[in-house]
């Protein structure tokens, strides 16, 4: 099947360079011409795993191309994808559908045949009524059927997530977008991934309802975590205890500085603003964005708490910039509102993260940047350990004792066991300090 995939991003070139792998024929658009010519160049412009092998490979097998003309692709196709961004509106906080709309109208005017457009970006419930309005305005002439058919890959684990999702949504009631959709989505199905069909508006809610739960259940361990602090007892055998319990589930339930990435915060915002106004507000969603967003700055205060309450003329280290590990992806990052913290506080950063760096140093300007962990940790009063890269699982703890002017160790991510740091001052989340 032919296949347009608009906007290259995280799930727009995942997404392409899976359904190339499974045999359909789909060029990849992008209005960012450098973004192409890279792709083109066999460069990929993000850091996801595995994603460089699927590209080259598929790309040199003539399945997959890129391009940044959308007409052509679209008018061939048989399934045209949106996939391009919905950052959180500035000012008020509802998904920014400027993009979307836009495409819509790209597409509307480019489209030939029977051609089912596929919301695959987050957008909220309602918007494909609006693509779908777009479409019979700008040309009442075509034949098209718009579907909801929302992504849940994580950044880090994206192609697995694609290739094995837990389930397919396809909102529509068009009996022949739903064949498009079954013959797009068959490789996956004949692996057992059940395809759920449901309204528009109803899948276009599932994704959002989905993300505001994920994010309940980590700011709900993460509250958990600060009780244990105060009382005495460890968050990890908590969420093990409760996590056990198949109603409950162990997935995420790993407490932290809070929840960050290109999703969560503002996908629940956007959330909170759609059912404000439709007079239903999620009190409990509502809740989990204000704890989380005062959560990532108040890391900071546990770091000064570390070095006895001031961090005037301190040198702290942070291992790990990236909002979680195996992407190079800033997004919302819980590093940016406690390393600005830590500055505000007078303090001294210096930062290593393994593939971060580039994306980093755009927001974060006035910090150091070390080449290595042990180099970031030279002289440093402090080491807080923000993002569990692998790399951070296995210090060499002595050297890194070594080089520091105090050996101070906040851990953000409970990435040791307190019997494992011997010789340091320890803190970590939720579990009794050491030292
Ligand atoms: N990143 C994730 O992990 C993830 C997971 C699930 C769902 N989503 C959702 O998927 C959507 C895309 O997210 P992303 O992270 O891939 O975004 P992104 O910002 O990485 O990529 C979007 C791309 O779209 C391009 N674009 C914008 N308008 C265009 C147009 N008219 N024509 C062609 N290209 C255009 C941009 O240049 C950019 O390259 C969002 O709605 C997001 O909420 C993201």
Redesign the pocket.
Known sequence: MRVAM???????LVSGACFADFGHQVTC????AG?IARLRAGEIPIFEPDLDRLVTANAREGRLDFSTE?PGPVAQAEAVFI????PSRRGDGHADLS?VL??AR?IAAAVSGFTVIVT????PVGTGDEVERIMTETRPDADVAVVSN??????GA?IQDFKHPDRIVVGTADERAKKVMADLYRPLYLNQAPILYTSRRTAELIKYAANAFLATKITFINEIADLCEKVGGDVQQVARGIGLDNRIGGKFLHAGPGFGG??FP??TIALIKTAQDAEAPLRIVETVAAVNDARKRGMARKVAAALGGSLRGKTIAVLGLTFKPNTD?MREAPSIPLITALTDMGARVRAYDPVGMPQARRVLSDIEYADGPYACAEGADALVIVTEWEQFRALDLERIKAVMKQAVLVDLRNVYRTEDVDGFSYHSIGRPDRG
Do not use: H, N, Q
């Open positions: 608009i906007g290259c991003g995280y799930v727009g658009v992008d209005k960012d973004k959308l996939a391009v961004g919905t993009y836009t495409a790209e695959k970006s987050t957008v929302p992504e849940f890959l994580r950044e994206a290109s999703c503002k996908d992806d």
